[in-house]
């Protein structure tokens, strides 16, 4: 198991940006497939971002390409998500998750079994 911590949420008007971060510890964070996901109030929890763990390919939902980036340090044990342009509808809390050795394109709550308690982004208008 790893262990995961969110942080970087806060206040920020629309067509600005935030950098959360994901740090992990307990495990080598290297050998896990790494998402972002969101729930916004009265909404389901869904896919953001993923980083596979093997090379480092990169998926983004539709409604963030192009505004997001989803990176990894594995050298800090960390995963980070620079959001730019950001809207009023990216406010929900985020959350990270991790599954060990997980699949490229890893995009559904299932699919992993480590969980970050998120951090709150909300945007101005």
């Known amino acids: 198991q790893v262990q995961l911590v969110e942080s970087g949420g806060g206040l920020v008007q629309a067509g600005g940006s935030l950098r959360l971060s994901c740090a992990a510890s307990g495990r080598t964070f290297s050998t896990y497939t790494v998402g972002w996901f969101r729930q916004a109030p009265g909404k389901e929890r869904e896919f953001v971002a993923g980083v596979y763990w093997s090379g480092g390919s990169t998926t983004y939902a539709d409604s963030v390409k192009g505004r997001f980036t989803i990176s990894r340090d594995n050298a800090k044990n960390t995963v980070y998500l620079q959001m730019n342009s950001l809207k009023p509808e990216d406010t929900a809390n985020y959350y990270c998750?991790?599954?060990?050795?997980?699949?490229?394109?890893?995009?559904?709550?299932?699919?992993?079994?480590?969980w970050g308690q998120g951090t709150q982004v909300t945007v101005s208008s």
């Open positions: 998750a991790a599954r060990l050795y997980g699949r490229r394109n890893l995009q559904y709550e299932y699919e992993y079994d480590n």
